[in-house]
T-cell receptor
């Protein structure tokens, strides 16, 4: 069985602060993909990043960076110098590939960035 | 064109009505999905079509009937719904590619209210 946990329900920061969103994915599968999606108030789910389970290299893309550690099952996502437009619900979502590309969403973290 | 288009954006229906939700993509994707999202909750998978064939049905009640007329279109037919079916219905598509490009693209959703 797989379990994805986003322990932070809500986070509030002031603009320009850095913020890290936590995700823990527990599974016995050795090959899987991990995604972060953003859902602004408009409702559309926007793809942010994707990570393969066999690649633990951490990366930075613009203001986004992520830290994947397979040993602790953690896949954390950091926004540097947050902006008001970053306010949204952020979902961590593993993909179980032997089940037809099925995405399983965590409970989500609501991020509020105040000016 | 990297869009998934859903119509209508909002729908109000009575419990005896029959209605349909429509989803369209022109990215050449071979997998299409229906997700249901209740307020303040993560999206939950309902159906997956792979190469125009239903590959996953997450034990969804028969009052929801999916249809994939061709690789670009996905419909969700609704009949005799209950008020608890009120939710945001999200459509998504993906390449169904085991390589590094696999990710789901989501539409903006149809906000459904059942009276």
């Amino acid at each position: 069985a797989q379990k994805v946990t986003q322990a932070q329900t809500e986070i509030s920061v002031v603009e320009k602060e850095d913020v890290t969103l936590d995700c823990v994915y527990e599974t016995r599968d050795t090959t899987y993909y991990l995604f972060w999606y953003k859902q602004p108030p408009s409702g559309e789910l926007v793809f942010l990043i994707r990570r393969n389970s066999f690649d633990e290299q951490n990366e930075i893309s613009g203001r986004y960076s992520w830290n994947f550690q397979k040993s602790t099952s953690s896949f954390n996502f950091t926004i540097t110098a947050s902006q008001v437009v970053d306010s949204a619900v952020y979902f961590c979502a593993p993909m179980i590939y032997n089940q037809g590309g099925k995405l399983i969403f965590g409970q989500g973290t609501e991020l509020s960035v105040k000016p | 064109d990297t869009e998934v288009t859903q119509t209508p954006k909002h729908l109000v229906m009575g419990m005896t009505n029959k209605k349909s939700l429509k989803c369209e993509q022109h990215m050449g994707h071979r997998a299409m999905y229906w997700y249901k999202q209740k307020a303040k909750k993560p999206p939950e998978l309902m159906f997956v079509y792979s190469y125009e064939k239903l590959s996953i049905n997450e034990s969804v009640p028969s009052r929801f009937s999916p249809e994939c007329p061709n690789s670009s279109l996905l419909n969700l037919h609704l009949h005799a719904l209950q008020p608890e079916d009120s939710a945001l219905y999200l459509c998504a598509s993906s390449q169904l590619d085991r390589g590094n490009n696999e990710k789901l693209f989501f539409g903006s959703g149809t906000q459904l209210s059942v009276l």
